[in-house]
T-cell receptor, first 116, second 116 residues
Framework: NAGVMQNPRHLVRRRGQEARLRCSPM?????VYWYRQLPEEGLKFMVY????????ESGMPKERFSAEFPKEGPSILRIQQVVRGDSAAYFC??????????????FGPGTRLTVT | AQTVTQSQPEMSVQEAETVTLSCTYD???????LFWYKQPPSRQMILVIR??????QNATENRFSVNFQKAAKSFSLKISDSQLGDAAMYFC?????????????FGTGTRLTIIP
């Protein structure tokens, strides 16, 4: 049973370009979470999505960042017009259900974004 | 808002000895979940142990155990018989119980070094 897949593992973008990060949840999981880890810091929540719905985007910057989780295909975190401060590791996690039950979030290996 | 504090940026322990990592949190909720995650140099987030706040019994997973003090809002991790493979960043995390609030709130982490 494959784990959470993220690609690419490493992404280099110049300032002003767009970055697209992909996350395929574990089989049978329909809930996806994105977290950002700045150097030497803990993970910070960005957004929580279910299929075709954004449930909680309280951690997303107001501009340039967007996320989607379509009915078919992976979840995408999109960063437009990247700046050096966007350089970080971006982690995706998935879980099989919600509703207040204790269900572990399974993390992917992360995408390290470097903006030059 | 919930906050998680790890006051020890770095810790070291002799191989085979015991070490305790500290974590405190702030919440007004009475029911919630607490976690310890390990992040080795590979950056993969690995769940070490979890605790449901309504359970008085401290969780244990092999060499890993917690000391959960609900009134003091303290959740420390004890690693017994430390091994070289335990060297990693350790993050304490909090999660609410209610639906739509499954996001994890992480502390800033403790870097654990194992001395051979």
């Amino acid at each position: 049973n494959a784990g959470v897949m993220q690609n690419p593992r490493h992404l280099v973008r110049r300032r002003g370009q767009e970055a697209r990060l992909r996350c395929s949840p574990m089989k049978g999981h329909s809930h996806v979470y994105w977290y950002r880890q700045l150097p030497e810091e803990g993970l910070k929540f960005m957004v929580y999505l279910q299929k075709e719905n954004i449930i909680d985007e309280s951690g997303m910057p107001k501009e340039r960042f967007s996320a989607e989780f379509p009915k078919e295909g992976p979840s995408i975190l999109r960063i437009q017009q990247v700046v050096r401060g966007d350089s970080a590791a971006y982690f995706c996690a998935s879980s099989p259900s919600t509703g207040g039950n204790l269900h572990e979030q399974y993390f992917g290996p992360g995408t390290r974004l470097t903006v030059t | 808002a919930q906050t998680v504090t790890q006051s020890q940026p770095e810790m070291s322990v002799q191989e085979a000895e015991t070490v305790t990592l500290s974590c405190t949190y702030d919440t007004s909720e009475s029911d919630y979940y607490l976690f310890w995650y390990k992040q080795p140099p590979s950056r993969q987030m690995i769940l070490v142990i979890r605790q449901e706040a309504y359970k008085q019994q401290n969780a244990t997973e092999n060499r890993f155990s917690v000391n959960f003090q609900k009134a003091a809002k303290s959740f420390s991790l004890k690693i017994s018989d430390s091994q070289l493979g335990d060297a990693a960043m350790y993050f304490c995390a909090y999660r609410r119980v209610d639906f739509g609030n499954e996001k994890l709130t992480f502390g800033t982490g403790t870097r654990l070094t194992i001395i051979p």
